[in-house]
């Protein structure tokens, strides 16, 4: 568990979407973001306070975020001397990049000698267990897509913040780097060993409230041949109560794989539902998201109400629509 | 890839249940074997020679597997003492125990002095890609069970067994401990991180003679909530062209899982062949497996004359009627 809030290093970030973790925390959880620590030359903004490492500090920041993505997979000597800093400053430091904080002498030697903690959310820390399939308390919701990166997690964080402006009780249970680092803590599932896949699963999604929802982000897709065990093993260890389909109608091809068509949105319902009913046998589908970034308002809109008509789910891009009618589906269930 | 052939290391095993790996690799690659190394006590026999280490190496063994579970957990003083001498007379050492020789010091001290290798099947050593989906040439069949632990890969063994004696090409392709252990190679599938599953099954199984066949050693079941996921890394990386169904009739419920009843052959085909058709459409389950060794001789076979009117296709136990109808099914492919 990452100590909140952060202070956003976005350190050099050539551009803004090199800083998209940053944005994604900025845009969920903006209370956990005391402010940004940008250097020279940095071509993103989060729109919040910039700080030196002391102010947040004296702010209250207990843990400084690496926001960006680095260039060339190395951790340059500049980014080093700012972490050095952050550690004798009291942070700890949080990071999803490839190249681990932990694999740099220098900043293990630095934290140790002052007491802080390295977070390499790609990683796991945690023995999950293996699976043992016992039904919990609580109801569990997961997003499962056509393919992979077509809007799952932002889907469930959007569902997560509608169900609590509802004065719903739910958590966004996070499953990969970026929304661990947006919440503080989750499963870094693609990292984790086959047998206990669906085990840490379990692990995330405990006993809860019965009218407590756990948001499941999903991974990967069940039609995606490189990733679907992934995906299985969020179907069968999330144990969902409800599913909701994601989909991006504008690709030609699985993500990565020529030469593979997307199912249809009917064959990911029907694949999906008999798989989670393995599990969960009161599991059914409550609506559809919609990925329409790159369609117009119209042709956005005409294409969920196609799509509504077809299925009879609710259907809405929660980016362009919000995400009210997907919270209602639940609170309805 | 562990080098052959093999002298068996049965040690001080309490019961020959205990030896049950050292039975695979005698009842299936009798060639491995050249022979058997006993302690005092050791309750186990695998009817072979019994042979000093240096008779053995003599006779062109190259390797020391151990074909016995240890007890407790723990590699004992009296097992290490021919260990240490086997790494001396030149043996690789090759495992499949959860507690691993490469955590034991002393053994590694001395392979490291002699210039040998420890193999501990249960730890990936290879770095898998990402799976591509990519077709590849050559044909290949996986067994999917009902369960875990159904007779997976004794099928698939008996059945590469009745096609080499039919004069037919194919590969027994192991994806666990026992079957690693006993060709010598293969991908210890359970032990794969998460990403990697499919891609290290395509991995095992790269192009091939178009009149080849890789059998694939199953894992797991679609329908056991543990280890599904790691079932559809192999049904999406081996792109089977033939599925075989694997059932054990008098089970009450899903291994390790009380409350979760097996399901129908009828569901595996249908879940397994829609699955199987995301990554080869031609795919087809071509026959059926039953463990009969609960039941009688006549109960056995009209067990399976049911099921194969009832499916419509060649229904066997392997191990009481020979895997050949399996294997013809795969000629008439």
Redesign the interface.
Known sequence: MIQTPYLLFLGDAPDPLAAKVAQGIRDWRPDNCVGQFRMDGCKADMKIADMTLEEAKAAGAKTLVIGVANRGGVISQAWKKVLVQALEEGFDLASGLHNLLRDEPDLVAVAEACGRTLHDVRVPVVDYP?????KRKGKRVLAIGTDCSVGKMYTALALDKAMRDKGMKSTFRATGQTGILITGDGVP???????F???SVEWLTPDNDEDHWDIIEGQGS??H?????????LV??G?PDALILCHEPTRSH?R??P??AL?SLEDVRD?GL??AK??NPNCRVVGVSINTQHMGEQEAKTYCADVEAKLGLPCVDPFRHGADRLADALAAY
């Open positions: 293996i699976a043992d399939g016992v599932l693609d990292a984790v060993i086959a047998d896949m669906a085990g069940l039609f041949v490189s990733y679907s065990g992934v995906t299985l093993a069968h260890g144990q699985m990565g794989l030469g593979y199912p694949m008999a798989l393995v599990a």
